[in-house]
Nanobody
Framework: QVRLVESGGDSVQPGGSLRLSCAIS????????AGWFRQAPGKEREGVAA???????SYAQFVKGRFTISKDSAKNTLYLHMNSLKPEDTAMYYC???????????????WGQGTQVTVSS
């Protein structure tokens, strides 16, 4: 079983920055593909960014140039660095992991419980 725990969500003003973290329980996570997804009230969950076992990344068009996904193998932690935040970025953010390279597909096996990001003036 793989356990994922997100943290770092907060309320920020437009233009602000946040860093989300996702602690992954098993050391073999580096063999995994991992991604960040988000779901706003009344909307479907959507892929934000993903990184595969080789370090290759993929981003949704609406975050390109603003968000960066990274991972720290020594800490078994996945990150999402978010800059130039907009009100439309408000959502619950989830991290996910799988042995298969699903990248931005919403079909990962393991999911965290989510962390709330609110962007408002």
């Amino acid at each position: 079983q793989v356990r994922l725990v997100e943290s770092g969500g907060d309320s920020v003003q437009p233009g602000g920055s946040l860093r989300l973290s996702c602690a992954i329980s098993r050391h073999t996570y580096r063999e995994y593909c991992a991604g960040w997804f988000r779901q706003a009230p009344g909307k479907e969950r959507e892929g934000v960014a993903a990184i595969d076992s080789t370090g290759s990344t993929s981003y949704a068009q609406f975050v390109k140039g603003r968000f960066t996904i990274s991972k720290d193998s020594a800490k078994n932690t996945l990150y999402l660095h978010m800059n130039s935040l907009k009100p439309e970025d408000t959502a619950m953010y989830y991290c996910a992991a799988d042995t298969r390279n699903w990248m931005l597909l919403d079909i990962y096996t393991y999911w965290g419980q989510g962390t709330q990001v609110t962007v408002s003036s």
